[in-house]
């Protein structure tokens, strides 16, 4: 069985950053997929990034070239790095492995 903390978030200014982490225990194995999502107030979850095999990442439209996923040193261990952050970032923010959900983590994008 696999178990899933999401940390990290907080609230930020608009342009700020904020690097979430995802801790996963279990049964995994390091070249596990891993998927980011987020959902904001009033609309659907929506995919925002995902990693798999050793390094390999895509991205939503609305994310590419502001966030980055990354794996940690260990095999338990994601991130997500989110720069250039805007209010329309604000949302809970999942991370996903194996078919687990985390609870989530809250991420504020406001002056």
């Known amino acids: 069985q696999v178990q899933v903390v999401e940390s990290g978030g907080g609230l930020v200014q608009p342009g700020g950053s904020l690097k979430l982490s995802c801790v996963a225990s279990?049964?995994?194995?390091?070249?596990?997929?891993i998927d980011w999502y987020r959902q904001a107030p009033g609309k659907a979850r929506e995919w925002v990034a995902q990693?798999?095999?050793?390094?390999?990442?895509s991205y939503a439209e609305a994310v590419k070239g502001r966030f980055f996923i990354s794996r940690g040193n260990n095999k338990s261990t994601a991130f997500l790095q989110m720069t250039n952050l805007k209010p329309e970032d604000t949302a809970v923010y999942y991370c996903?492995?194996?078919?687990?959900w985390g609870q989530g983590t809250q991420v504020t994008v406001s002056s």
């Open positions: 996903t492995r194996r078919g687990t």
């Open positions: 279990g049964i995994i194995v390091a070249t596990d997929a």
């Open positions: 990693i798999f095999g050793t390094s390999t990442t």
